[in-house]
Nanobody, 119 residues
């Protein structure tokens, strides 16, 4: 099993910044992709940003230019730097890690961290 521990959420005013962290531990073989998702009340969970094993990144259009995803492979940790936060960014943010075991890909999710942006 792989455990994920998230941190860094909180309450911030519009225009402010937060940095989320997600550290993986346990039976890690080879972490493939890592990503951040969010789910606002009454909405479906959406992929916010992803980063592959080679470091390539992708973002949902609404956060491009404001959010930056990065990873520290030595620490098995993924980060999400969020700048210029807006009230519509308010959601529970979840990290997801894909652990590659031989030919199998296993998904693991963090517990979620609340991000609230006040106007």
């Amino acid at each position: 099993q792989v455990q994920l521990v998230e941190s860094g959420g909180g309450l911030v005013q519009a225009g402010g910044s937060l940095r989320l962290s997600c550290a993986a531990s346990g039976r890690i073989f080879s972490i493939n992709s890592m990503g951040w998702y969010r789910q606002a009340p009454g909405k479906q969970r959406e992929l916010v940003a992803g980063i592959s094993s080679d470091g390539s990144t992708s973002y949902v259009d609404s956060v491009k230019g404001r959010f930056t995803i990065s990873r520290d492979n030595a620490k098995n940790t993924v980060y999400l730097q969020m700048n210029s936060l807006q009230p519509e960014d308010t959601a529970v943010y979840y990290c997801k890690v894909v652990n590659k075991v031989l030919l199998r890909l296993d998904d693991y999710w963090g517990q979620g961290t609340q991000v609230t942006v006040s106007s």
